[in-house]
Structure formats: C-alpha cells, structure tokens
C-alpha cells in the first residue's frame, strides 16, 4: 500500500540559510500533518491543512511557513534557521473523518 | 488544554512475557481518541492501536491490547508474548476527536526486550 512520502530524507543546512520540506500524503488523503521531533523528544505538532485551507495551528515558530497544493501535497518552508531547528520532521495524513494519522519516515534537518 | 503523562522512562521485559506500559491524560472532551505508537531505532512512527473514547471495549491488535479506563483517564498498553522486535520507543498520543484533530504526544517509554 501506498505510504505517506517525504523529500528530502537527510537535509544539511547552516544557521540563517532556509529550508523546503515537500510532503506528499497517501492518496485520497486531504489532510496532512506536520510535528517536529527534537532529539531525545516527543514529536510536537507544527501545523495542520484540510482541504489546501490551514485547519490547526500549534507551536510553529513565525519563521516557518507551510502551505498545501491542490494535488495534496504539501510544503513546510523554514527560513532564518537555527541550530535548535535541528530536528526530525515528520509529515502525516489522514482522511477526513478518520481519526488515524499515517506517519512519513521523516526528514532529518541538521543546521550546523 | 489536553495533557499526557507517561511515568516509565524505561522500562525491560524478558522474551515471551508481558509487559504493560502506563499512560494517563487530562482532558475536559468527552468525544476523542487515544493511540499508542511505536518508534523503533529507525525513527519511523508506527501506529500500534487505536481506542475510540465512546466505545467502553478494549481495543485490541493480536499481542498489543489497551486497558482503557475513561473515568480514571487512563490508557495502558499490554504486550503479550514480547519478541526482539518490540523493542522500540512507545509513545501514548490523544487527539481530540473533531475533524482533523492532531495528536498530543507522552514523553515516551523506552522498551527493551532482553533475549
């Protein structure tokens, strides 16, 4: 079965340079999720999209900036990184409804 | 606002036993849903099972059953028959039970699995 797929898989950047996280969800899926894993943490949700509209907002500094197309899939923007940025970013998605969230296997950011 | 407690950082059960890793929540909702997930080394999040907070029912996924106790907001998950295998990271997660709910996650519990 088709999986929720995320690009890049390994990303390596320096402090104030920016970041394109693509996320592509399960198909027929119109809800897609994403959480920031700091190491050693718990995943924390960023932000939310239904439907290509943001549904949900949680702890996502004001230098990320996420949006979802009309194909689904969806694009976490991180600009003016930092080194506390490096984390694993997982995207999930679901169908609505449904109250299961299909998890990405993530990307690694690492800002040096 | 909503909160999960996981109070075993770690926890060890040897092959073939059973295990039971604690969670407990705070919430005002009445309509949510709890998840128990696996994060073995590779970092992939892994859903284990889910329990709908209207069904009085256990859930139960072959040797992964919950003990859901809606009064005392209490969500444990038994592992039965334990394999090398299930060794991993468990995290307990809520969400509230509206549309498109994100999950609130437990700081996690550590399995290791000795042979």
């Known amino acids: 079965a088709a999986g929720v797929i995320q690009s890049p898989r390994h990303l390596i950047k320096e402090k104030r340079e920016t970041a394109t996280l693509k996320c592509y969800p399960i198909p027929r899926h119109d809800t897609v999720y994403w959480y920031q894993q700091g190491p050693g943490q718990d995943p924390q949700f960023l932000i939310s999209f239904y439907e290509k509209m943001q549904s949900d907002k949680g702890s996502i500094p004001d230098r990320f900036s996420a949006q979802q197309f009309s194909d689904y899939h969806s694009e976490l923007n991180m600009s003016s990184l930092e080194l506390g940025d490096s984390a694993l970013y997982f995207c999930?998605?679901?169908?609505?409804?449904?109250?299961?969230?299909?998890f990405g296997p993530g990307t690694r950011l690492t800002v040096t | 606002a909503q909160t999960v407690t996981q109070s075993q950082p770690e926890m060890s059960v040897q092959e073939a036993e059973t295990v039971t890793l604690s969670c407990t929540y705070d919430t005002s909702e009445s309509d949510y849903y709890l998840f128990w997930y696996k994060q073995p080394p590779s970092r992939q999040m892994i859903l284990v099972i889910r329990?709908?907070?209207?069904?009085?029912q256990n859930a139960t996924e072959n040797r992964f059953s919950v003990n859901f106790q809606k009064a005392a907001k209490s969500f444990s998950l038994k592992i039965s028959d334990s394999q090398l295998g299930d060794a991993a990271m468990y995290f307990c997660?809520?969400?509230?039970?509206?549309?498109?709910?994100?999950?609130?996650f437990g700081k996690g519990t550590k399995l290791s699995v000795k042979p």
């Open positions: 999930a998605s679901s169908r609505q409804g449904d109250s299961e969230q299909y």
């Open positions: 997660a809520y969400a509230y039970g509206g549309s498109q709910g994100n999950l609130i």
């Open positions: 329990q709908e907070a209207y069904k009085q």
